[in-house]
C-alpha cells in the first residue's frame, strides 16, 4: 500500500492550494484519511482527517474556517483544500491512512498506519 501526495507549491499569503493523496494498493478494506505537517523546528501535527464515510472529520484549531478535508473513496484519494493561507501555514504536508475507518477527532486520535511522503508548502508573505 502506498499513499502519493501532490499539490504543494509556493504561494502568497491569502492564497489557496489544494493538496491531493492518492491511495493504491488497498483493496476491501476500510480506513480514515488525515494530513499532518511539520514546519522547521517543529514536531509533526495532525491538520484534519476524515473517516471513511465522510461523517467523522478533524480539524486544528489554527485551519478552522480556513481549510477542507474531502475524501472519494472510488478514487481513493484524500483533498485539503487551503484557502486563506497564511506564512505560518509553510511546512512539509503528510497524508496518512489509519488501520480502521474511525479516528477520535482530537489531535493525538488519528492512529498512523502508513505515511504517505511530504509535499512541500511554502506561504510567502
Known amino acids: 500500500v502506498q499513499l502519493q501526495a501532490s499539490g504543494g507549491g509556493l504561494v502568497q499569503a491569502g492564497g489557496s492550494l489544494r493538496l491531493s493523496c492518492a491511495a493504491s494498493?488497498?483493496?476491501?478494506?476500510?480506513?480514515?484519511l488525515g494530513w499532518f505537517r511539520q514546519a522547521p523546528g517543529k514536531e509533526r501535527e495532525f491538520v484534519a482527517g476524515?473517516?471513511?464515510?465522510?461523517?467523522?472529520?478533524y480539524y486544528v484549531d489554527s485551519v478552522k474556517g480556513r481549510f477542507i478535508i474531502s475524501r472519494d473513496n472510488a478514487k481513493e484519494t484524500v483533498y485539503l483544500q487551503m484557502n486563506s493561507l497564511k506564512p505560518e501555514d509553510t511546512a512539509v504536508y503528510y497524508c496518512?491512512?489509519?488501520?480502521?475507518?474511525?479516528?477520535?477527532?482530537?489531535?493525538?486520535?488519528?492512529?498512523?498506519?502508513?505515511w504517505g511522503q511530504g509535499t512541500l508548502v511554502t506561504v510567502s508573505s
Open positions: 476524515i473517516s471513511w464515510g465522510g461523517g467523522t472529520t
Open positions: 494498493g488497498r483493496t476491501h478494506s476500510t480506513y480514515a
Open positions: 496518512a491512512s489509519s488501520s480502521g475507518g474511525y479516528f477520535v477527532p482530537n489531535p493525538e486520535g488519528f492512529a498512523v498506519a502508513i
